[in-house]
C-alpha cells in the first residue's frame, strides 16, 4: 500500500510495514535512551548530545531526506510518526528533531545547489552536524519584515551584522539557515536567506534563553559582527528569502503538530492509568462522570488532530510531484494539534490533582512544554490569520 491509497481509508488508517518500522524503531529508541534521562535534562537544561548523535545514526535526523544526501529516504508520514514517539517521551528531544528535520534538511534540500547539499546537507541530515533556523529578531516576530540585521554585498562575500533571537539548537548548531534583510525599503521583500557556518570570525552566540519548557532543546541568541559569508552560501536568490521561509515553515509546523500529537498522548495515557487505579470515596475515579467527560474530550480531541496530521504529511507528500501549497493543511493542524497537547496536559494535571503538580510525575513537564507548541512556528493566532486568509481568498 502506497501512501497515496492510505489516504482514501479515512479513519482506519492502515499503515505500510515500512511505516510501522520506522514508528517502532522511533519508540523503542524514546523509551529505551531518553525515558531514562528526559526529566534530569529537562531538570539542567543541558542538550542531549549522545541521544542526538544516536538519532542521527539511526535516520532520524533526516528522515524524508534521500540517501545519496545523508538521509533515511523516507515520506513524509514516517517523518510524523517518528516525531510523535520521540515527543510523547521528551519534547525537547522531539524539537531538536524538529528543527533538524523540517526546517533545516527541508530547506537546503528543496532550495539548495548541489554544492550546498553536498557540503550543508549531507553532514546535517546524517546527524553529523546540528543544523538551526533563524528568522525572529528581538524586534520582529511574526512580522518579518520589520528587521533590522543586514547583509551587505561586499565583492564575492555579503557582509552580515545583527542580532537574531529565539534560534533554537543555536548554542550547539553547526550550520545555521539564516534570514536576513539585504533590501529593508521592500520589507519583507528584501529578505535574503544564507548558509551560515557557526566556526567562521563575526559570529557569536549571545544569552542563552532560560525556558519555560523543552529545556533540554538549546535556545540562544546569535550575533553577527562583520560576519563574512561567501555569495556562494546564499540560499536561493536576493529577495527570495521570505517566500523560503514560509514554505520551510509549512514543512515545519507539521512536525510541530506531531510533536504536540505526541505530548498529547503522553498526557491522556497517564490520565487513564490513573484513573483507573486512583480511589476516591470509595471507588475508582474513572468511574466518575467528571472523570469520564475528560478523558472522553481528551481522545476525541487527539484523533481528530491525528488525522488532520495526516491529512497534512499526505499533501506535502503530493506537493513533491505536483508542487501544490499544503499551507492549509499544516496549519490546521498545527492549530489544532498545539491546542490539544495544551488542552490534553491541563486535564491531565488536574485528574491528577496534587501529584499532577508535584515534579514525581512528567505531567507538570508535559504541560510546560505542550505551551510552546502553540508559539513557535507562527502562534495559534498566526495560524487563525492563515487558514481564514486563505479560505476568504485573501493575500
Same mark, same amino acid.
Not at 491525528?306 to 507528500?317: M, Q, S, V
Given at each position: 500500500? $502506497?501512501? =497515496?491509497? *492510505?489516504? %482514501?481509508?479515512?479513519?482506519?488508517?492502515?499503515?505500510? +510495514?515500512? !511505516?510501522?518500522? @520506522?514508528?517502532?524503531?522511533?519508540?523503542?529508541?524514546?523509551?529505551?535512551?531518553?525515558?531514562?534521562?528526559?526529566?534530569?535534562?529537562?531538570?539542567?537544561?543541558?542538550?542531549?548530545?549522545?541521544?542526538?548523535?544516536?538519532?542521527?545514526?539511526?535516520?532520524?535526523?533526516?528522515?524524508?531526506?534521500?540517501?545519496?544526501?545523508?538521509?533515511?529516504?523516507?515520506? $513524509?508520514? =514516517?517523518? *510524523?510518526? %517518528?516525531?510523535?514517539?520521540?515527543?510523547?517521551?521528551? +519534547?525537547? !528531544?522531539?524539537? @531538536?528533531?524538529?528543527?533538524?528535520?523540517?526546517?533545516?534538511?527541508?530547506?537546503?534540500?528543496?532550495?539548495?545547489?548541489?554544492?550546498?547539499?553536498?557540503?550543508?546537507?549531507?553532514?546535517?541530515?546524517?546527524?553529523?552536524?546540528?543544523?538551526?533556523?533563524?528568522?525572529?529578531?528581538?524586534?520582529?516576530?511574526?512580522?518579518?519584515?520589520?528587521?533590522?540585521?543586514?547583509?551587505?554585498?561586499?565583492?564575492?562575500?555579503?557582509?552580515?551584522?545583527?542580532?537574531?533571537?529565539?534560534?533554537?539548537?543555536?548554542?550547539?548548531?553547526?550550520?545555521?539557515?539564516?534570514?536576513?534583510?539585504?533590501?529593508?525599503?521592500?520589507?519583507?521583500?528584501?529578505?535574503?536567506?544564507?548558509?551560515?557556518?557557526?566556526?567562521?570570525?563575526?559570529?557569536?552566540?549571545?544569552?542563552?534563553?532560560?525556558?519555560?519548557?523543552?529545556?533540554?532543546?538549546?535556545?540562544?541568541?546569535?550575533?553577527?559582527?562583520?560576519?563574512?559569508?561567501?555569495?556562494?552560501?546564499?540560499?536561493?536568490e536576493e529577495g527570495e528569502g521570505f517566500k523560503i521561509a514560509m514554505a520551510v515553515l509549512d514543512a515545519g509546523r507539521i512536525g510541530i503538530a506531531a510533536q504536540g500529537l505526541g505530548i498529547a498522548e503522553a498526557a491522556y495515557e497517564a490520565s487513564v492509568a490513573?484513573?483507573?487505579?486512583?480511589?476516591?470515596?470509595?471507588?475508582?475515579?474513572?468511574?466518575?462522570?467528571?472523570?469520564?467527560?475528560?478523558?472522553?474530550?481528551?481522545?476525541?480531541?487527539?484523533?481528530?488532530?491525528?488525522?488532520?496530521?495526516?491529512?497534512?504529511?499526505?499533501?506535502?507528500?503530493?506537493?513533491?510531484?505536483?508542487?501544490?501549497?499544503?499551507?492549509?493543511?499544516?496549519?490546521?493542524?498545527?492549530?489544532?494539534?498545539?491546542?490539544?497537547?495544551?488542552?490534553?496536559?491541563?486535564?491531565?494535571?488536574?485528574?491528577?490533582?496534587?501529584?499532577?503538580?508535584?515534579?514525581?510525575?512528567?505531567?507538570?513537564?508535559?504541560?510546560?512544554?505542550?505551551?510552546?507548541?502553540?508559539?513557535?512556528?507562527?502562534?495559534?493566532?498566526?495560524?487563525?490569520?492563515?487558514?481564514?486568509?486563505?479560505?476568504?481568498?485573501?493575500?
Open positions: 500500500m $502506497t501512501i =497515496a491509497e *492510505v489516504s %482514501a481509508h479515512g479513519p482506519d488508517l492502515a499503515l505500510t +510495514a515500512e !511505516h510501522e518500522m @520506522i514508528r517502532q524503531t522511533a519508540r523503542d529508541f524514546a523509551q529505551n535512551e531518553i525515558a531514562p534521562i528526559a526529566a534530569q535534562h529537562d531538570e539542567t537544561g543541558e542538550f542531549p548530545y549522545d541521544t542526538v548523535k544516536k538519532m542521527g545514526r539511526l535516520g532520524l535526523m533526516g528522515i524524508e531526506v534521500p540517501e545519496e544526501y545523508g538521509g533515511a529516504g523516507l515520506d $513524509t508520514l =514516517a517523518y *510524523v510518526l %517518528a516525531m510523535e514517539e520521540i515527543s510523547k517521551v521528551d +519534547a525537547a !528531544h522531539g524539537t @531538536i528533531m524538529s528543527v533538524n528535520n523540517s526546517l533545516v534538511c527541508f530547506g537546503l534540500y528543496r532550495f539548495g545547489s548541489e554544492v550546498q547539499k553536498r557540503s550543508y546537507l549531507v553532514p546535517v541530515a546524517s546527524g553529523q552536524k546540528i543544523g538551526a533556523y533563524s528568522l525572529t529578531e528581538p524586534m520582529s516576530g511574526s512580522d518579518a519584515g520589520n528587521m533590522r540585521s543586514r547583509a551587505v554585498r561586499d565583492g564575492i562575500d555579503y557582509v552580515i551584522n545583527g542580532r537574531k533571537s529565539w534560534v533554537t539548537s543555536a548554542p550547539v548548531a553547526d550550520v545555521i539557515l539564516l534570514f536576513t534583510m539585504t533590501a529593508p525599503e521592500k520589507k519583507h521583500k528584501g529578505i535574503t536567506a544564507f548558509l551560515i557556518d557557526t566556526n567562521q570570525p563575526g559570529f557569536s552566540r549571545g544569552k542563552t534563553e532560560p525556558k519555560l519548557g523543552i529545556r533540554a532543546s538549546a535556545t540562544s541568541e546569535i550575533v553577527f559582527d562583520n560576519y563574512r559569508c561567501p555569495a556562494a552560501n546564499r540560499l536561493g490513573y484513573a483507573r487505579e486512583r480511589e476516591a470515596f470509595g471507588t475508582k475515579i474513572g468511574e466518575f462522570q467528571g472523570i469520564q467527560f475528560k478523558i472522553a474530550d481528551m481522545k476525541t480531541r487527539i484523533e481528530a488532530a491525528r488525522l488532520l496530521i495526516y491529512n497534512a504529511a499526505l499533501a506535502k507528500e503530493r506537493s513533491k510531484t505536483s508542487g501544490e501549497r499544503y499551507t492549509l493543511q499544516a496549519s490546521m493542524a498545527k492549530l489544532f494539534a498545539s491546542e490539544t497537547a495544551m488542552f490534553c496536559a491541563h486535564e491531565a494535571v488536574q485528574i491528577h490533582g496534587g501529584l499532577g503538580y508535584s515534579k514525581e510525575l512528567p505531567l507538570e513537564r508535559y504541560f510546560r512544554d505542550a505551551k510552546i507548541t502553540e508559539i513557535y512556528e507562527g502562534t495559534s493566532e498566526i495560524q487563525r490569520m492563515v487558514i481564514a486568509r486563505h479560505e476568504l481568498g485573501l493575500r
